[in-house]
C-alpha cells in the first residue's frame, strides 16, 4: 500500500496515511485523508529518525509529491512564471479599518507570494501598490483590541488564519519576516496584551523577525510576551500536536519583556574601519541633576495654550512645542520690529534647536507649532511661483510697449538653501526667512559642501546673520550681493550625538541657539486625538496678525521699569556666568533676552508700542531658568579645545601660577612672542579665570598669572 499523505511547506514534516508506520502518534482525523504527522529534521514521535532529503525527494515514506497542498486547499487557478507551473493556493486580502480592501497577497505552489493592489472594482495589479500599511484582519482586529483581548502577532497569513479558526485574535503583516514596519505597530495601540510568536528557522531568523516586532510593539503597548516553539516550525504545524489551552497557558506564563532591557546595544566599531582624521571622539557627559522642565505660563494665552494641550496630546516635554512656537513668532514678525536697549538694537530672529534621540518625537512637535507659519509660507510661496512666470500678454509685447514687469513676492520659508542661495534671497525680502531644515545636522554639515579646500565663510555669513550684522558677498562675474540686516530665523532638531558638528569650531555660531534638551523621554504614543481645532486656530490668529507688520521697521523702547529689569537681568547673567562658566553661552542670553521679550510682548499685543517690565523679567526668567541649563547639558563635552583651554589645562598642571616670559619660552597655545602672551592673558581675564600681578625679581618686574580657585 502506498502512502496518500504530503509534506509540509518547509519540508519539515510529512502526514503519512499509513498506521503501521505511526507507532505512538496520534491520528488526526482534520486532514482528508486522515494523516499522522512525521517529524523529518530530527528525532520523531513515532520512535524513528527520517531522512529530510529522502522524504523530499521521494515523498512521506515513498509517497509521491503531494498533489494538493496541507488543510485541505484546493488549487482552482494555474498561472506560469519563472518557468514552472504555479498553482494558486489562496488569496489574502487585506483591509483597513473600515474594511475597504488595501491589497492583497497570493499565495502559490510551489511556495511562492505576489502582493497585488485594486486598481478599479475586480481588477488587481502585481504590487503592494500606495495604500497604506495595515495589518492583516485589521477590522477583526480592532474589534478585538476594543474587547481588551489578547493579540497574537504571527509570521504568516496561515498562522493567522489558523488562530482565527480556533477563536483567537492574530495578526500579521505583509511581506513576510522581514517586511515589518513602524506603522504596524502604531495599529497595536490600546492592546491589552500581544503576543508575538517565531517562527523556529534552523538558521534563527523567525527569532530575529520576531525580536524586532516585540521591540517595537512593546514601546506602544504594556504587556508583550515572545513566543517560540522547538518541536514545530511555526503555530499551525504546533496545533497539530497541542491545543489552544496549551497555548494561551505558554502565552501566559512567558515572562513579559521590558522596554529597557531589551534596547538594541550600540553599534561596536569592531571589523570596520574608522578614520581617524574625521571621527570625532564620543560626547562623554557627567552625570547631572535633572533638567528643569519649561515653564509655560510665562508665555503669552495663546501659545500657552498651545505648548499645554499639544504636549499632552502627544505626550511630549513641553519645551518641545515651545522653542518652535517662540521661533515661528520671531519669524513672522521678522525685520519689522527691533527692540532697544541701551547699547544696540536687537532684531526679532530666534535660533532654537531640540535635543533629543531619533523617534523622540522632534517631527510632530515641529509640524503643530510651525503649522500657522508654514501654512502662509505655503500660500506666499505659490503667488512668488505665480509671478515669476509672468502674464503671455506681458512677454510677448514689444519692450517699448512692455509694463513694468510683476512684482516678486519674497519668500518666507526655506527649508535648504547654502549661504549664496541664502542671501540673494534675503537681498530681496528685507522681511526676513525662516529657515526650517528640520534637520539640524544635514544643515551644519552642509557648510562650505562645494569648497574643496576646506573651510569658508559659510559659519561666519550664519553667525553675522544672526547678530543682524550687515554681509556683502562680491564674487567675480557676479553683481555684488548687500543685505544691511539680515534676518533669519532657525528651528530644528538634532541628536545630542550630532552636536559637535554644531559645535565644532570656535566662533560661537552653537551658542546662538535657544536648546531644549531630552536624555531621557517617553516614547510618544502616536495619538490617535486630532488637535484641538480651538487651540490651533487661536495659535494661527497671531502669527497671522504678525505677519500682517510691514516694512520698514520700527524701534519699539522699553519702558524705564522694562530697562531696569533688563540690567538687573544681566547683573543675574553675570553671576551665573561665573558660577557655571561657559561663557560664550552665557554671553549671549543678553541677546536672547531682548528678543524674546520682543516676541513675547507682540504676540501678546501686535500694536504694541514698548516693551514692559512684565516683558524683560519673563524673558530673563526663561534664558536663566530654563534655556541656560538646556544649552549647557546640550553642549557639554563637544566644546572644541581652543588656545585658551589648552593654556588653562597647562597653567592647571603647572600648580596654577606662571609668568608671561615662561608662556612664550613654553609656546602655550601657539604663543612666540610677548604680545601674544598677553592677548592670551586678556582673554584669560574676560572670562574671570586669573589673576594678574607684578612681581619685583632680580632681573625686573615680572607678570605673574595665578589661577583663580
Same mark, same amino acid.
Given at each position: 500500500m502506498r502512502c496518500a499523505g504530503f509534506l509540509s511547506d518547509a519540508g519539515t514534516w510529512a502526514r503519512c496515511?499509513?498506521?503501521?508506520?505511526?507507532?505512538?502518534?496520534?491520528?488526526?482525523?482534520?486532514?482528508?485523508?486522515?494523516?499522522?504527522?512525521?517529524?523529518?529534521?530530527?528525532?520523531?514521535?513515532?520512535?524513528?529518525?527520517?531522512?529530510?532529503?529522502?522524504?523530499?525527494?521521494?515523498?512521506?515514506?515513498?509517497?509521491?509529491?503531494?498533489?494538493?497542498?496541507?488543510?485541505?486547499?484546493w488549487w482552482r487557478e494555474v498561472e506560469h512564471f519563472d518557468g514552472i507551473e504555479h498553482q494558486v493556493v489562496r488569496r489574502y486580502a487585506y483591509h483597513d479599518a473600515e474594511g475597504k480592501p488595501v491589497r492583497r497577497v497570493v499565495r502559490f505552489h510551489p511556495k511562492t507570494f505576489r502582493p497585488e493592489h485594486p486598481v478599479a472594482a475586480d481588477l488587481w495589479l502585481s504590487g503592494r501598490g500606495p495604500g497604506p500599511d495595515v495589518l492583516y484582519r485589521l477590522p477583526e482586529l480592532r474589534r478585538a483590541i476594543s474587547e481588551e483581548q489578547t493579540i497574537y502577532v504571527v509570521e504568516g497569513e496561515k498562522d493567522a488564519e489558523t488562530l482565527a479558526e480556533h477563536g483567537l485574535a492574530a495578526t500579521t503583516n505583509d511581506g513576510g519576516a522581514?517586511?515589518?514596519?513602524?506603522?504596524?505597530?502604531?495599529?497595536?495601540?490600546?492592546?491589552?496584551?500581544?503576543?508575538?510568536?517565531?517562527?523556529?528557522?534552523?538558521?534563527?531568523?523567525?527569532?530575529?523577525?520576531?525580536?524586532?516586532?516585540?521591540?517595537?510593539?512593546?514601546?506602544?503597548?504594556?504587556?508583550?510576551?515572545?513566543?517560540?516553539?522547538?518541536?514545530?516550525?511555526?503555530?499551525?504545524?504546533?496545533?497539530?500536536?497541542?491545543?489552544?489551552?496549551?497555548?494561551?497557558?505558554?502565552?501566559?506564563?512567558?515572562p513579559a519583556r521590558d522596554p529597557r532591557a531589551s534596547a538594541p546595544a550600540p553599534p561596536s566599531d569592531c571589523g570596520r574601519a574608522v578614520s581617524v582624521a574625521t571621527a570625532a571622539p564620543a560626547v562623554q557627559r557627567e552625570p547631572t541633576e535633572p533638567l528643569p522642565e519649561f515653564p509655560s505660563e510665562l508665555l503669552p494665552r495663546a501659545m500657552r495654550a498651545l505648548v499645554e494641550t499639544e504636549s499632552e496630546r502627544l505626550r511630549l516635554p513641553r519645551g518641545m512645542l515651545a522653542v518652535p512656537a517662540l521661533v515661528a513668532a520671531a519669524a513672522a514678525i521678522g525685520g519689522t520690529r527691533t527692540v532697544r536697549t541701551d547699547d544696540r538694537e536687537h532684531p526679532a530672529s530666534l535660533w532654537g534647536a531640540i535635543v533629543v534621540d531619533s523617534g523622540g518625537g522632534k517631527t510632530p512637535?515641529?509640524?503643530?507649532?510651525?503649522?500657522?507659519y508654514r501654512r502662509a509660507a505655503k500660500l506666499r510661496a505659490a503667488d512668488h511661483q505665480r509671478a515669476l512666470?509672468?502674464?503671455?500678454?506681458?512677454?510677448?509685447?514689444?519692450?517699448?510697449?512692455?509694463?513694468?514687469?510683476?512684482?516678486?513676492?519674497?519668500?518666507?520659508?526655506?527649508?535648504?538653501?547654502?549661504?549664496?542661495?541664502?542671501?540673494?534671497?534675503?537681498?530681496?525680502?528685507?522681511?526676513?526667512v525662516l529657515v526650517d531644515p528640520n534637520e539640524l545636522s544635514a544643515w551644519a554639515t552642509g557648510f562650505d559642501i562645494y569648497r574643496a579646500r576646506g573651510a569658508g565663510p559659510d559659519r561666519a555669513r550664519y553667525c553675522s546673520a544672526w547678530d543682524g550684522a550687515l554681509v556683502t558677498i562680491v564674487r567675480k562675474g557676479h553683481a555684488p550681493v548687500i543685505v544691511p540686516v539680515p534676518i533669519v530665523s532657525l528651528v530644528g532638531g538634532i541628536q545630542p550625538s550630532a552636536l559637535r558638528q554644531l559645535n565644532s569650531a570656535a566662533d560661537g555660531l552653537a551658542q546662538r541657539f535657544l536648546y531644549t534638551m531630552h536624555r531621557e523621554f517617553e516614547e510618544p504614543y502616536p495619538s490617535r486625538q486630532l488637535p484641538d481645532p480651538v487651540v490651533l486656530a487661536s495659535w494661527q490668529t497671531p502669527i497671522d496678525r504678525l505677519l500682517t507688520l510691514e516694512m520698514p521697521a520700527r524701534s519699539l523702547a522699553m519702558t524705564e521699569a522694562g530697562l531696569a529689569a533688563w540690567h538687573d537681568?544681566?547683573?543675574?547673567?553675570?553671576?551665573?556666568?561665573?558660577?557655571?562658566?561657559?561663557?560664550?553661552?552665557?554671553?549671549?542670553?543678553?541677546?536672547?533676552?531682548?528678543? #524674546?521679550?520682543?516676541?513675547?510682548?507682540?504676540?501678546?499685543?501686535?500694536?504694541?508700542?514698548?516693551?514692559?517690565?512684565?516683558?524683560?523679567?519673563?524673558?530673563?526668567?526663561?534664558?536663566?531658568?530654563?534655556?541656560?541649563?538646556?544649552?549647557?547639558?546640550? #553642549?557639554?563635552?563637544?566644546?572644541?579645545?581652543?588656545?585658551?583651554?589648552?593654556?588653562i589645562e597647562w597653567l592647571r598642571r603647572r600648580g596654577g601660577r606662571t609668568t608671561r616670559r615662561d608662556l612664550v619660552r613654553a609656546g602655550v597655545a601657539g604663543v612666540q612672542t610677548n604680545a601674544q602672551a598677553d592677548a592670551l592673558i586678556a582673554r584669560w581675564q574676560s572670562r574671570n579665570l586669573v589673576e594678574v600681578s607684578e612681581e619685583r625679581r632680580p632681573g625686573g618686574l615680572a607678570l605673574v598669572v595665578e589661577l583663580r580657585s
Open positions: 496515511t499509513r498506521e503501521e508506520k505511526a507507532g505512538p502518534l496520534p491520528l488526526d482525523e482534520s486532514t482528508t485523508p486522515p494523516t499522522y504527522l512525521h517529524r523529518l529534521d530530527g528525532p520523531c514521535r513515532c520512535g524513528g529518525e527520517h531522512a529530510a532529503s529522502a522524504a523530499s525527494a521521494n515523498g512521506a515514506h515513498g509517497a509521491p509529491e503531494p498533489a494538493a497542498p496541507r488543510r485541505g486547499y522581514d517586511g515589518w514596519r513602524p506603522a504596524f505597530a502604531e495599529q497595536l495601540v490600546g492592546a491589552a496584551r500581544v503576543v508575538v510568536i517565531a517562527d523556529h528557522d534552523p538558521d534563527g531568523h523567525g527569532r530575529r523577525a520576531a525580536e524586532k516586532r516585540a521591540r517595537e510593539v512593546e514601546r506602544l503597548v504594556p504587556d508583550v510576551r515572545l513566543v517560540e516553539f522547538d518541536d514545530a516550525r511555526d503555530v499551525t504545524e504546533w496545533l497539530d500536536w497541542h491545543g489552544v489551552d496549551e497555548l494561551e497557558e505558554m502565552a501566559g506564563g512567558a512637535a515641529l509640524d503643530v507649532a510651525l503649522r500657522p512666470r509672468a502674464p503671455e500678454e506681458w512677454r510677448s509685447s514689444r519692450a517699448k510697449d512692455r509694463p513694468e514687469a510683476p512684482p516678486v513676492p519674497p519668500l518666507l520659508l526655506l527649508t535648504d538653501a547654502t549661504t549664496e542661495a541664502l542671501f540673494p534671497v534675503l537681498e530681496s525680502a528685507p522681511r526676513g537681568g544681566r547683573d543675574s547673567r553675570v553671576d551665573a556666568q561665573r558660577e557655571h562658566g561657559s561663557f560664550a553661552l552665557y554671553r549671549k542670553l543678553d541677546a536672547m533676552a531682548a528678543r #524674546l521679550a520682543l516676541v513675547l510682548t507682540l504676540v501678546d499685543d501686535v500694536f504694541a508700542q514698548a516693551v514692559d517690565c512684565g516683558a524683560v523679567e519673563f524673558a530673563w526668567a526663561l534664558c536663566l531658568d530654563y534655556f541656560a541649563p538646556h544649552g549647557r547639558a546640550a #553642549l557639554a563635552g563637544t566644546e572644541p579645545i581652543g588656545a585658551a583651554e589648552l593654556g
